[in-house]
C-alpha cells in the first residue's frame, strides 16, 4: 500500500476520497466537524505539492441524504481559501469545472449517493468519477469497510495512495491489535451488541481484561440465560463464542436501574442479578465503577469504545465518565478510542487530548479489530 508522501502530484487532479458524514443539528448546522479536520493535514500537504484537488464524500442524517454544501463551506473557514462547490459528482459539467481549476485550488463535490450507483459499487459510475481525475487518494478509514464505487471501484482505474489519516488510522490500530503493551485492558460500550461480538471475540486473543458497559453487558448475559426472566433482545452468534468463565472478561456487577420508558422520576442502584421485569439498566453502578479502575490504573495499552451508559441523560453519564477519568489519569498507558458516540462524549466531557488516537471509524474500526480485511484497504494494495 503506497502512501501518500510516496505519491508525485505537482500539477495533477487528485481525487481524495473523505468522509465528511458529520453530525447535522436539527437547525442544519455542523454539530461538529471531527471528521473534517481530521482531513486537513492530507488536503493541506496536497495543496504543498501543488496538486489540484478535488474532494469527495457523502453526507446523511438518519435515512436522509443532504447536501455537501454546508462542508465546503466549513471547508473554507477551515483552510482559510475559496472551496469550489461542485452540484454534482458526474458528468461533463462537473469535468469542465474541475479542468479549470489551476494547483494549488480545492474542490468540493456533490454528495457521491445521490446516485444509487455509488453504494451499488457500480463499475460504470466508477469509471465515471474516475475519468475526473489522475491520482486517487483513500482518506476515508471509516468508510473503508464498504464497497462502494468511491472507495473500491476507483482505485481499478487511477494510480491510488492512502490518505494521511488512512495510513495513522492503520497504524495506531494495528499497533494495538498486534503489538499492545500489557496490561492489555478493552472497554466496551455501547447498545448494539451485533456490531461488537466479533471484535471482542478476536480482541480477546491478546487482550489482558475486556471491561462491559450497562446495556452491552446485559445483552451479553441475558442470551447467556443468566439474568432470570429476561430474554435477549437480539441473538448474536458471535456471542457464544465469548467464554464468560474467562478471567479476562468483566460484566458489571451492579448498575442504575430505571423504568424502561424512564417515567415517574424513578431510578436504583442495584445489582444486576436483581433487576426486575420492568426495569432496564442506564448505567454502570458505584462497584463496577470502582473495580473498572483498579484494572484501567495498572494498564499499559487501553482501547476505548462506546459509552458505559445512557450518556445523554445526565443522570447515566456518571460511570462513563468516572471510567474516562481513570483512563485519563492513567498517563503512562497507550490509549485510542474511537466510533461516533465514543467521539461525542469524549468531546462533551472534554478528554481529547486525554488520547493518544482517536479514530474517526465506528464499523471500519471494528471490522478492522475484528481481523477483518477492510475491501477500501485492500483496494489499494
Given at each position: 500500500m503506497l502512501t501518500l508522501k510516496q505519491g508525485d502530484f505537482k500539477n495533477k487532479t487528485t481525487l481524495v476520497r473523505c468522509d465528511f458524514n458529520v453530525g447535522i443539528d436539527d437547525k442544519g448546522a455542523i454539530a461538529e466537524d471531527f471528521r473534517i479536520r481530521q482531513a486537513m493535514p492530507a488536503i493541506r500537504y496536497l495543496q504543498?505539492?501543488?496538486?489540484?484537488?478535488?474532494?469527495?464524500?457523502?453526507?446523511?442524517?438518519?435515512?436522509?441524504?443532504?447536501?455537501?454544501?454546508?462542508?465546503?463551506?466549513?471547508?473554507?473557514?477551515?483552510?482559510?481559501?475559496?472551496?469550489?462547490?461542485?452540484?454534482?459528482?458526474?458528468?461533463?459539467?462537473?469535468?469542465?469545472?474541475?479542468?479549470?481549476?489551476?494547483?494549488?485550488?480545492?474542490?468540493?463535490?456533490e454528495n457521491l449517493r445521490f446516485h444509487k450507483e455509488e453504494k451499488a459499487n457500480d463499475d460504470n459510475f466508477a469509471k465515471?468519477?474516475?475519468?475526473?481525475?489522475?491520482?486517487?487518494?483513500?482518506?476515508?478509514f471509516s468508510c473503508s469497510h464498504r464497497a462502494h464505487a468511491s472507495?473500491?471501484?476507483?482505485?481499478?482505474?487511477?494510480?491510488?495512495?492512502?490518505?494521511?489519516?488512512?495510513?495513522?488510522?492503520?497504524?495506531?490500530?494495528?499497533?494495538?491489535?498486534?503489538?499492545?503493551?500489557?496490561?492489555?485492558?478493552?472497554?466496551i460500550g455501547g447498545s448494539k451488541v451485533s456490531t461488537k461480538a466479533r471484535t471482542v471475540v478476536n480482541i480477546a486473543r491478546i487482550a489482558d481484561h475486556i471491561l462491559f458497559g450497562s446495556k452491552i453487558g446485559?445483552?451479553?448475559?441475558?442470551?447467556?440465560?443468566?439474568?432470570?426472566?429476561?430474554?435477549?433482545q437480539e441473538k448474536d452468534a458471535a456471542i457464544e463464542q465469548i467464554d464468560l468463565t474467562s478471567p479476562k472478561i468483566h460484566?458489571?456487577?451492579?448498575?442504575i436501574m430505571a423504568l424502561?420508558?424512564?417515567?415517574?422520576?424513578?431510578?436504583?442502584?442495584?445489582?444486576?442479578?436483581?433487576?426486575?421485569?420492568?426495569?432496564?439498566?442506564?448505567?454502570?453502578?458505584?462497584?463496577?465503577?470502582?473495580?473498572?479502575?483498579?484494572?484501567?490504573?495498572?494498564?499499559?495499552?487501553?482501547f476505548f469504545n462506546g459509552p458505559l451508559g445512557m450518556f445523554e441523560n445526565k443522570e447515566f453519564i456518571i460511570g462513563t465518565r468516572e471510567v474516562l477519568d481513570a483512563v485519563s489519569k492513567n498517563h503512562g498507558a497507550y490509549k485510542v478510542a474511537g466510533g461516533g458516540e465514543t467521539l461525542e462524549v469524549i468531546n462533551e466531557l472534554g478528554m481529547q487530548n486525554n488520547f493518544d488516537f482517536l479514530s474517526t471509524g465506528g464499523g471500519a474500526m471494528l471490522e478492522f479489530l475484528a481481523g477483518v480485511e477492510l475491501p477500501g484497504i485492500a483496494a489499494l494494495g
Open positions: 504543498e505539492q501543488q496538486a489540484v484537488i478535488v474532494l469527495m464524500s457523502h453526507l446523511e442524517k438518519g435515512e436522509n441524504l443532504l447536501s455537501l454544501k454546508i462542508v465546503g463551506e466549513r471547508l473554507e473557514k477551515l483552510l482559510g481559501v475559496p472551496v469550489k462547490f461542485i452540484n454534482d459528482c458526474v458528468g461533463s459539467s462537473v469535468a469542465g469545472q474541475i479542468k479549470r481549476l489551476k494547483p494549488g485550488q480545492v474542490a468540493l463535490l465515471s468519477l474516475a475519468s475526473l481525475g489522475q491520482i486517487y487518494v483513500n482518506e476515508a472507495i473500491v471501484g476507483v482505485p481499478k482505474y487511477l494510480p491510488h495512495y492512502a490518505g494521511l489519516l488512512l495510513e495513522a488510522e492503520v497504524a495506531n490500530l494495528s499497533k494495538i491489535l498486534k503489538n499492545p503493551q500489557h496490561p492489555f485492558v478493552v472497554i446485559e445483552m451479553i448475559l441475558a442470551q447467556k440465560q443468566i439474568l432470570m426472566g429476561r430474554p435477549p460484566l458489571p456487577v451492579d448498575g424502561a420508558d424512564l417515567s415517574e422520576g424513578y431510578s436504583r442502584k442495584a445489582a444486576i442479578g436483581s433487576m426486575r421485569g420492568e426495569e432496564e439498566i442506564y448505567d454502570i453502578g458505584p462497584e463496577t465503577v470502582k473495580f473498572f479502575k483498579e484494572i484501567i490504573k495498572d494498564a499499559k495499552t487501553i
